[in-house]
């Protein structure tokens, strides 16, 4: 039986700035608590706090190694799942992260979509799962960009349609608030869909 958690930590390691917030925002749109280090000598204390169920690190650092630095990780935390993920893939790299037992290795530039059904797996494969709520407004927000981008709507359009605020149909969409029956009932009007068909197969 999976172990349900309220929120899935995740710390992303990478000297590049761009690339951390790229995947601060990219994950936390996903509903996952995020926080992202640029000075990986931060990266070990981070670990020993234990809010962390998942580290994504890069491998080609400045001052650290990132083998080096997985090294230490493992010995302050040896159950955490690890994501390596570089732009200078190798045999000797992907052989000496497979002995620090990290679960993925993958190459950059990533596809967004591959890299959250990575992320999905190994959640699964760690006997993680989100509570029942998280899941049902991420299923809902799914649910309803795919049905507006099959419309061919933007959320300007859906906002004038609902009388809902664009943010507040962002946040949706974003599983970052979860709507009321009544917003939901105005959406699916919007769509042409039974308010059911946003629920996906929940």
């Excluded at 959250?116 to 006997?127: A, H, M, N, T």
């Amino acid at each position: 039986m999976p172990r349900v958690v309220s929120q899935i930590g995740i710390l992303i390691i990478d000297d590049d700035k761009e690339i951390c917030d790229y995947m601060e925002t990219f994950l936390a749109r996903d509903g996952f608590l995020v926080k992202a280090l640029t000075a990986p000598q931060d990266a070990v204390e981070e670990v020993k706090t234990g809010k962390y169920h998942l580290v994504i690190l890069d491998l080609m650092m400045p001052k650290i190694d990132g083998i080096e630095l997985l090294g230490q990780i493992r010995k302050v935390d040896t159950d955490i799942a690890v994501i390596i993920f570089t732009g200078y893939p190798s045999l000797e790299t992907a052989v000496a992260s497979m002995k620090l037992d990290v679960v993925d290795y993958i190459k950059k530039p990533f596809n967004p979509e591959e890299f959250s059904q990575v992320i999905e797996r190994v959640i699964k494969r760690k006997g993680l799962a989100r509570s029942p709520e998280e899941e049902l407004h991420k299923v809902i927000g799914s649910s309803i960009r795919e049905l507006r981008k099959e419309n061919g709507l933007t959320l300007k359009q859906m906002a004038r349609r609902t009388s809902l605020s664009v943010s507040l149909l962002s946040q949706i969409e974003r599983a970052e608030s979860s709507a009321s029956i009544s917003s939901l009932y105005k959406i699916a009007l919007a769509l042409d869909t039974p308010i059911t068909s946003l629920f996906g197969d929940f």
